[in-house]
Structure formats: C-alpha cells, structure tokens
C-alpha cells in the first residue's frame, strides 16, 4: 500500500512529523516497507541568479556565466541552450551529491575555464525527464532554499512517498483513510470527517440492474448504479495526476484516475462503463459454459461456470471484483458512463483470480474484504468527483439487493489485557481505544465496525487495544513461582519420555533426520503396513500414499540418499509416530536407529570394523535404560519379516515388545535402494511400564556394604543352545542374590567336539553374587552354585564342564 504524506493530511489533521509518522506506523503493525523523500535528496540545492553570460573562448555551445549565489558571485560554465542573464536557477555548489547524474561535484575545469557548481536541470534533479535547459523559477530569492520553493509552488514535487506492508488481516488498512483512523487513535492526530453528500437524481436511470438467485445469496448480494450523461473525459487535474504518479500509477483519463484514486483513497473499488456501449440492463450473474471476455489488461479470458460476471443479455461485460471488459471500457470520446459500486464475495473473487491468473487493485481489496456497508457511500462520493472535474448530470441511483449484514458484538474484559499480553491498561482508555477505531459500545458489549471483518472474537478486541497503545510498552517480567513445595513437571511422562531417547540417542553420536509420515505403498508393505485403512485420499504425490508403520521406511531413504552422494557410514534415528491402523490414537511413538557402515573411520591401527547387530542391541539397551525399562527382560527369535532371521532379537517384557534389533533383511535392504549391511532397531516407546508410584525425585540408591562374590561356570550344551537360556536359567536360581550373569567365553567347532563329544559346545558364565544382610560363607556359596547348575542342567540339558 503506497500513499504520499500531503494525501494522508487530507484525511489526518495532524501536526507530527514524518519520522513519528513513520516509527508510529510500524509499531500499528502496519509495517514500513520504503520511504521516498524528494526532499531529503534536493536539500543542499538553493536558488541563484545569473548576472551575465558570455561566449565561452573555446566552445561554440557553452557560456560562462556570472552567478549572484548566497555565497558572493561564482563563475558557472554551462552548456544549457537557455542560460542567460537575469533567470533565477538551480544551483548545485562544490560537494553537492547530484542524483540525476549520480555525481559529487567539484571544481573543474572546462576547456581551460574554471567552473564553481553547476545549474540544474529537472532530470539532473530527477524532477522529470525534462533536459533540454536549466530550470528557470519565476521567482525566488538568492539563498533560499530549492525545497521552500517547491513547497510552496510545487508541493506535490516534495511530497514523501510512504509504502507500507499489510497483513491479510487488516483489508481497512487498503485505503489511506483507514491508515489516519489508526493514526489518530494512536494520538498523532485527529480524523478529518468525512462528508457524504447524496446527489439527487435528475432522471430515471437508463440501464436497470439485476441479481441473479445464484449470485444475490452471498456472491453479489449488494450491487449499486447510476448513469452520468454529459461528462467530458481527458486528462485528469494536475493535483490527481501527481497523486497516482506518486504510488507508481500510470494516469488514463479522468474518468479511470477518478475509480482509481477511490480505490486507493478510500478502499473503495469502482467501475465505469461506457453507456453507450450498453445495450440494455446488466445482470449479474455466474458465467456459463463458453462465455469469454476481452478485459482491459488486453487479454481474452475463457471464463468457467462459477465466475461471476456483469453482464448485457448474452454478453459478458466485466468479471465481477476482478476486472472491466475493454469493449465497454471509457475513452476520450466517452460522454455518458455507468458508474457501478456493489460487493462481491471474497472467497469467489479470490478463486477467479487466482484460476485466470488476473492481478488488479480491485481483486487485492474484495478479495481480503471491503467495508459492505460503504457501498452507496461510495457511490454518492465518486458521483460528486466526476460531476465536478467532468461534468455532466447523474440519474437516479438503481440498486439491487442490500448490504450483507455483518454485525456482531463481543464482551470486553478489561482485565483481560493483563492476562493475555501482560499490559495494565486503564479501562477508560481502552474504551476511548476502541471508540476511536470505529467500535461501538454498550455497557460491556462492543460492535466492530463493518470494514473490520478481522475482529471475531474477545481477543480480538484485547489485541486492538494493546495494539494501539504499543506494544514497546511491555516490560519483561519473571514468571510467578510457588511459594511453597516443588512444583508439577510440565511435560507429561511420555514427553520426558520421548526427550530422553532423543538425547541418548545423540549422545551414542546418531543424527537426527526427520522424515514424512507418509510413504509408498510398496515401501510400506515392506513394514507390514500398505492396507487401505492407511491409504490418503489425497497425496501429495505418487511416493507418499500410505501413512508409515515404522520410523525405519524414512531413515532407509535417507541413508540411500546419502550413500548415493558418497557418504557410507551412517549413524541416523528419529523419534515419531508411526501408525497401524487409519482412526484417531491408532498410532505408536517409536525410537528408531540404522547403522550403516563401519564404526570408524579408516585409520592405521585397526579400530576399524563393520557395524554388527552386537552394536545395536547396545544401543538399543541404552535407549531401553533411559526410559526406565527394567533390567531383566526376555530375548527372543519371533522377529518380524524385515529383520534378518537369524541376526536379530526380539527384546520383550511378557507379551509386550519393547523393542526390536539387529541386521535388516537384504531383501528389504535392495528394495530400499541401501548398499551393503544395515544395522536397525525400534523401541516402542509407549510399552515400557511407568513405575508405579510418581515422584519427581529419584529413587534411593541401594547399595551394600559386603563384600560381594564372583564364581565362573562352564557348562557343555548341544550346539544349537543359546547362550541367552543359559544366562537366564543361571538369573532364576536366585534372584534375590545374584545380581548378574554374563557370558565370557565360548568353545565351539571341531576341536571343541573332539573333546566334549559330536554337536557339543561349550559356554562359560561369570555369576556375580551380592549379599544384603550378611558375609556369604562358603556353605552359603556352594548351595547357591548348586542351584545355579541344576538350574541349567534343567533348563538346556547341560552338564558342568569338569
């Protein structure tokens, strides 16, 4: 939105400079995009006056002039055609910066003769494109200042141009009135009135209007008119052309520059058709099937059922909200017009321009949303310009249908404004706050006026009122805390949850990725996921049609992604939802990991290795260890189909899996586009068990005084046992005292068989012993050993390796 300073005043009775005006504008929320000051760039440059000019020795088309400057006189060669004695000048001394030329000045030298400054022309001072001779003032005095001069004869030369940006929500802000109004309820000024004067009609209007029952519902409920005969076009007034020059419009005629000058002034789109180009009524209606029009950017648009259009019988005269049709556009030799004012809905109007690909002035403000009840206002008004700067007599308004009703009221809390944004304002001022914008209140209730279609609710009004009184009046304050006791954790347990995996995960050196939700079909059969209970309706493309049953999907496209760009190994996880089934809470959070790789860097000593599963069932343990597992859980074989069959584990507690580990299927691993082995796991975050009792403070830490106790076993068990049943059946013999079991060494293979038998190994266990009421004795040790091999003997047929 750009509008002159001089154009503001016609509506801002105000005395503020245009700094304050400036500052106070951004701080309304109606941000400061550029400023454009003539008179800052013109300042240095005063008036002068040239007492003689003489042929220069050298140069048939130069003069060395004498100039009366506030300085004394100076010689000045100048080229222009026009320089002579007795013209008041421009003048530009030594170390003045030039615009037009982009230069400083200096004292120079021209074919021999020195020159002190130089005489202006208005392109040289970017005035206008006029270089033909100096500028000749016809009056001033020696001294004064060019930008008094222009302020007083030509104000509209050193008018600042101010372009703001607005937000979607605030279409008021689309006209220059609706800027003052905000500037006046901040104090900088006070609001002109604005005067509307209905014009009486002098005949019948000769061109009925109508509203079809599909358009006058909602998409143009309102729709104004009237004929103006006689008015005689052409270029518009000086003031109006140097208005819209100055927001970067092109002036037309006068009839156009008058619609756009309301456009801009007053946020009031308007329209002028050539009544003599009209034949019969116009009905606004939706376009039909094959209808086009020829608009006034020059283009033929195909309209498309839906659009709404003003149309004469069977054709198409504009496109309602977006833009008029050439064919009945105003030219010079245009002498009557209908003036056409009416409301059109935003979503529609917005859906048409959008759909032809057609940017106006009109579309930008119907489209955010006008006032509707300024309609006949705006009518009445631009009735008034057009008989003033064209002439001509108006006929009676015709109108069909009537202003959409808009009214609401909310209650307003004025201790509100202390909850919600933390500012103390008097009650008194916030009402006085609210008036000024154009509220309207009774008792507790306030009614937003109708160009403020933004206002929906309580908050609204709160943030209107501390919006006016700045928010840099916010002092920082610290957040109140009990007096007594700790208080409550904010996140809720799951969330603690969910950040301690993250963080561990980190911490093991993994990096984040975060991936879609959504994913292939094909990929998602891979998970056991791809029914059509999680199929979308509408993808965003071909290769995201399913919600993910597992995070792995997402970070195996972003480990084959990298691998594609050369980067091997790989320690990526994320932590997210994934979803079995397609209704509200059929979704589970999960850790997930992928390794990919080695677990170095190559380096001369050999720390280098490939990833193995020993490497994420470690990783998955600390995860498990962070959310408060239990120690002592079940491993076990019944592993889903994308895990490798017999290079993974399944970690349970009872019948709930919390989590799942090892190398991924090769199957899976080419289908995902991965090279080499991959390493993964999954924790179901969710199926770890909460403690029972809630507390935010740790548990005691138990610990024992005795001295605890080591014994090491081996036992010679079938080949095929696994060393997980032997440490279990060892853990159960007795709980209380054995505090842990662990594997430390295995004899397999031929050498192994030759000793203990055929399809015999040997595994070799440490049980570590800790008492907690008394020293063990050995009577104490050996029972418990004996135990712990019947134990295992029991459980895998064992027999202790003598």
Known sequence: MKFTLSWLKDHLDTEASLDDILYALTDLGLEVEEVTDPARKLAPFTLARVLEATQHPDADRLRVCRVLTDEGEKQIVCGAPNARAGITVVLCKPGDYVPGIDTTLGVGKIRGVESHGMMASERELELSEEHDGIIELPSGEVGQKFTDWLAANRPAAVDPMIHIKITPNRPDALGVRGIARDLAAR?????KPLAVQPVPGTFPCPVPVTLAPEVADRACPHFLGRVIRGVTNGPSPDWLQARLKAIGLRP?????????????????????????????????????????????????????????????????????????????????????????AAYFDPIRTATTGRALRIHSDARYRFERGIDPAFTRDGMELATRMILDLCGGAASEVVEAGAAPDMTRAYRLDPARVVSLVGMDIPEAEQRATLAALGFTLAGDMATPPSWRPDILGEADLIEEVARIASLTKLVGKPLARPVAGVPDTILTPIQLRERAARRTLAALGYNECVTYSFIGGAQAALFGGGSDAVRIENPISSEMTHMRPDLLPGLLAAAARNQARGFADLALFEVGPAFHGGE???????????????????????????????????????????????????????????????????????????????????????????????????????????????TPTRPALAISDLQAVERDFAFVVDAGVEALHVVNAAQGADKALIDSVRVFDQFAGEKAEAQMGPGKKSLAITVRLQPQAKTLTEEDIAAVSARIVEKVTKAVGATLRG
């Open 584 to 694: 509200p809470g059929e979704q589970h959070l999960q850790a997930a990991g992928l390794l990919v790789g080695a677990t170095g860097p190559r380096d001369p000593y050999g720390g280098r290795r490939p990833v193995d599963v020993f490497d994420a069932k470690a990783d998955v343990e600390a995860v498990l260890a962070a959310i408060g597992a239990p120690a002592r859980v079940q491993v076990d074989r019944k592993l889903p189909g994308w895990f490798h069959p017999g290079r993974a584990g399944v970690i349970r507690l009872g019948p709930k899996v919390l989590a799942v580990f090892g190398e991924l299927h090769p199957r899976v691993l080419r289908d995902s586009g991965v090279k080499g082995a991959a390493m993964a796991f999954t924790v179901m975050v969710e199926n770890v068990p909460f403690p029972k009792a809630r």
């Open 252 to 340: 037309i005629s006068k009839l156009v520059d008058i619609t756009n000058l309301f456009t801009f002034d007053l946020n009031r789109p308007l329209h002028v058709f050539d009544a003599s180009k009209v034949a019969g009524g116009l009905t606004v209606r939706f376009a039909r099937p094959g209808e086009s029009l020829l608009a006034l950017d020059g283009k033929t648009h195909d309209l498309k059922p839906g659009m709404t259009v003003i149309a004469a019988g069977d054709t198409v005269e504009s496109l309602g909200g977006v833009m008029g049709g050439e064919e009945t556009g105003c030219t010079d030799q245009t002498t009557e017009v209908f003036l056409e």
């Open 187 to 191: 104090g900088l000024g006070v609001l």
